[in-house]
């Protein structure tokens, strides 16, 4: 009774609150609960591998049986992760840092910004979310704001988020990376001229809490080119989205091209399918400084022979199962199947994502991206009744957050978007709202993806951002009166 009046205190959270689920078991992409109902999981970006993995249990399992201690003493688990890890990244990124979770890997990520040039202030993205510790609520506007206009600090300076779909440079500038990148520079001289110093730039390689957004190809580039140029570091936050998750790459990073390499990257989530660990990788310029200052750095369980046989675990069946090329044919039979939602659902304005990574941004008006957050709300919940696990995020919780396990089939995504466009059909007509399949009011609108763009080889293969919103003549979806009904909706 006391863990269940705990859960439910008003800062503690579950999913599906009205009705929520109690589950007790589960394995690969399912999830069961206590009555023993399975649930396809199409969120649960933690168990990478799958959930249960049994190569990635037996690991674990074999380690604990024999040592677990803290990194003071040597092992050879401790070298061999660093080596394996450090492999998958660009050279210069060569110092491991092992800590417990994505939050505490972020904070020590600012604690080597800060110490490397010795500046205090950092440029964070709008909606960003970096943890849950005080330094990272202060450098997270998807939490500060939530506390009042004068919520954020001083040291603390706020840049558009690189959103080509609700951003101020939207899919019809000429260059909207360099425009995103141009005010990061602003706020580099603004700051400097108030005789303050910037120490680091940080966002996540996709943002996920802000809404699924994929940054411009060349926007990280130049954004590191200003900040390095102001004495700052770059923090390239792989959370949520590192470790092949968007197929061709091993990190969202480089989706950017092969010329960008951030100065830090922190990982955390899938790093231990479940298991409680994060890194912090940077240069060993940057480590040296923060050895510098005399203050010795030590975790107690970071690195530790358990966590990293189980982190070795996670890359040998990423490698052995091919998981990143699961995630790449996935993901773009996924994108296929949305797209054609897209086609057929005016609630679908914009279809995004790479990997299995993917965004769908509802709205009650193409024309004005109106945010769709109830219908967003009410499908959730209708899903949830068809044993399908999804969860809605963004700025105005508009957004449908594919981010499922590594092993998720086409088999998977056929199911969970055939009861979504079922669902969808259902909410038309209910509401009165007019679909595009007339003729007479279809309005066809192209694909836009990156390969038909002009960006780098390499960084556009399996990136995909269908805008239904770029049509710019009416579409019908509405009449002028016309609105959802609330009583429909809420759930």
């Not at 998958?88 to 910004?113: M, Q």
């Not at 189980?310 to 949305?338: F, H, M, P, S």
Request: hydrophobic letters at 35%; a neutral charge; one cysteine or more.
């Amino acid at each position: 009774m006391v863990l269940c009046l705990l859960c439910f205190r008003p800062s503690c959270k579950v999913f599906y609150a009205k009705d929520p689920l109690k589950i007790v078991r589960a394995q690969g992409q399912y999830m069961f609960d206590e009555k023993g109902e399975k649930y396809l999981d199409c969120i649960n970006n933690v168990a990478h591998v799958g959930h249960s993995h049994p190569y990635v249990i037996k690991a674990a399992t074999k380690q604990m049986e024999l040592l677990n201690t803290n990194s003071r003493f040597l092992h050879d688990n401790l070298v061999q992760y660093a080596q394996r890890l450090t492999a998958t990244l660009p050279e210069k990124l060569s110092v491991c840092y092992f800590v417990n979770s994505g939050s505490e890997a972020n904070d020590l990520a600012l604690r080597l910004a800060r110490q490397y040039r010795g500046h205090q202030d950092v440029i964070t993205l709008e909606n960003a979310y970096h943890g849950h510790v005080t330094s990272l609520i202060d450098i997270s506007p998807y939490k500060f704001n939530q506390l009042g206009k004068d919520s954020k600090k001083e040291y603390v300076h706020v840049a558009p988020s690189p959103d080509v779909y609700r951003g101020k440079y939207r899919e019809d500038h000429p260059d909207p990376a360099s425009a995103y990148a141009e005010e990061v520079k602003k706020i580099i001289e603004e700051t400097q001229k108030n005789g303050r110093k910037i120490a680091a730039f940080i966002a996540e390689s996709m943002q996920s809490c802000g809404g699924q957004v994929i940054p411009p190809v060349g926007y990280f580039q130049k954004v590191a080119e200003y900040v390095r140029a102001a004495g700052g570091v770059f923090i390239a936050d792989e959370v949520q989205v590192g470790f092949g998750r968007v197929g061709k790459h091993f990190w969202a990073f480089q989706l950017q091209g092969e010329d960008f390499v951030p100065d830090i990257v922190t990982m955390g989530k899938p790093i231990g399918n479940g298991h409680p660990m994060s890194c912090v990788v940077t240069t060993r310029e940057i480590a040296e400084g923060f050895g510098a200052s005399g203050l010795e750095y030590f975790n107690t369980f970071g690195g530790n022979p358990v966590s990293c046989a189980v982190g070795l675990a996670v890359l040998d069946v990423i490698e052995k199962e091919d998981l990143q090329g699961n995630a790449t044919r996935v993901g773009n039979y996924l994108l296929e199947l949305l797209a054609e939602q897209k086609e057929k659902h005016p609630l679908v304005g914009d279809i995004r994502g790479v990997g299995l990574f993917v965004g769908v941004d509802l709205v009650k008006d193409r024309q004005k991206r109106t945010p769709a957050t109830a219908e967003a709300l009410h499908l959730i919940y209708k899903l949830k009744e068809r044993q399908i696990l999804l969860s809605a995020d963004g700025p105005y919780r508009n957004i449908l957050k594919f981010k499922p396990p590594m092993c998720f089939t086409m088999e998977d995504a056929k199911h969970a978007v055939e009861t979504l466009d079922a669902l969808l059909t259902e909410m038309e007509e209910a509401t009165g709202m007019k679909t595009e399949n007339n003729a007479s009011t279809n309005v066809q609108c192209k694909r836009k993806t990156t390969e038909e763009s002009s960006q780098p080889e390499g960084a556009s293969e399996s990136i995909s951002h269908v805008n239904g919103a770029a049509c710019r003549q009416e579409n019908g979806i509405y009449s002028k009166k016309r609105s959802v009904p609330s009583k429909r909706i809420r759930t």
